[in-house]
């Protein structure tokens, strides 16, 4: 495949106010076998950590001596996670799963951070409307942006795209 081809394939990134989201929707209870066979045995029951990241768990933490960033505690935006898992979940067969399965896990975790309530159905519609508690936790840096002229940096042999096959 060449690069353009496979830049060509990749979908546009989900922005907060969830442009872009392909249709589709997943319930909770769905999301529950999605993850059990497909998340697990990484993210542990519920989510909860395993050999891989807990997912939920840890809100109210972050000010405090030991944060936990979590989905739940940290990640602002419920498109942020579908995006997420959709693009590079599971770990070992990214973008493998439908976006109705998509949306179910997303709706299972955040079910289990009782963000969305067990009976939820989550889609296209209104996953953006999702308040994620830790929403307001971000400001945006209002220094002025001064990133050094590419050809100064020593980053410059990775501006120039490999040739095209
Ligand atoms: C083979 C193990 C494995 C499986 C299976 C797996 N993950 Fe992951 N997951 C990871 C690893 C490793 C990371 C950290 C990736 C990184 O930091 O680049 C991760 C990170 C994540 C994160 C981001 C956590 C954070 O706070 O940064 C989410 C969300 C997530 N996985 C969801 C899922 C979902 C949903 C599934 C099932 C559809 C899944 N994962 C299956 C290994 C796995």
Not at 51 to 77: C, E, F, M
Request: overall charge neutral.
């Amino acid at each position: 495949m060449t690069l353009i081809a496979l830049v060509a394939g990749w979908d546009v990134s989900i922005p907060p106010d969830g442009t872009g989201l392909p249709a589709g929707s997943g319930t909770v209870a769905q999301g529950a076998q999605v993850f059990t066979a497909k998340c697990l045995a990484c993210h542990g029951p519920e989510g909860a950590g395993l050999v891989n990241d807990r997912l939920v768990g840890g809100q109210g933490t972050l000010t405090s001596a030991a944060p936990v960033k979590t989905i739940g505690s940290y990640w602002p935006y419920a498109t942020t996670l579908f995006d997420y898992i959709k693009r590079s979940m599971p770990f070992t067969a990214p973008d493998s799963l439908t976006s109705d399965q998509v949306y179910a896990v997303t709706a299972y975790i955040l079910a289990q951070a009782k963000i969305v309530p067990d009976d939820a159905v989550l889609g296209a519609d209104n996953l953006a409307k999702v308040r994620m508690p830790n929403r307001d936790g971000f400001v945006p840096d209002r220094r002025p942006e001064r990133f050094p002229a590419p050809a100064n940096t020593p980053h410059q042999s990775l501006a120039t795209a490999p040739a095209a096959k």
